[in-house]
Nanobody
Framework: QVQLVESGGGLVQPGGSLRLSCAAS????????MGWYRQAPGKERELVAA???????NIADSVKGRCTISRDNAKNTVYLQMNSLKPEDTAVYYC???????????????WGQGTQVTVSS
């Protein structure tokens, strides 16, 4: 069982910044890709950014140049720094982690509970 604890969401004015964090804990042997997805009302969940174990990143075009993803492997934590936020960035943001179970050695995908980001004046 792996738990993901997200933090950092909230209400911010257009042009503002937020930093989301997601810490993974539990029966983890190793973590591969970590990422952030978001889902706005009435829309499908979409990838915002992802980072591999080797540090390669994939950033969605909609946030490229405004968002940075990073990770602290010692803390099993992934971060999403969001700058120059726009109202269209308003969504629930979900952490996503690909890991190898310490029990079975199998690959699993875990999702966080989601954190609300609202960009509004």
């Amino acid at each position: 069982q792996v738990q993901l604890v997200e933090s950092g969401g909230g209400l911010v004015q257009p042009g503002g910044s937020l930093r989301l964090s997601c810490a993974a804990s539990g029966s983890i042997d190793s973590i591969n890709t970590m990422g952030w997805y978001r889902q706005a009302p009435g829309k499908e969940r979409e990838l915002v950014a992802a980072i591999t174990g080797g540090g390669s990143t994939n950033i969605a075009d909609s946030v490229k140049g405004r968002c940075t993803i990073s990770r602290d492997n010692a803390k099993n934590t992934v971060y999403l720094q969001m700058n120059s936020l726009k109202p269209e960035d308003t969504a629930v943001y979900y952490c996503n982690v690909h890991y190898i179970s310490a029990y079975s050695g199998s690959h699993f995908i875990s999702w966080g509970q989601g954190t609300q980001v609202t960009v509004s004046s």
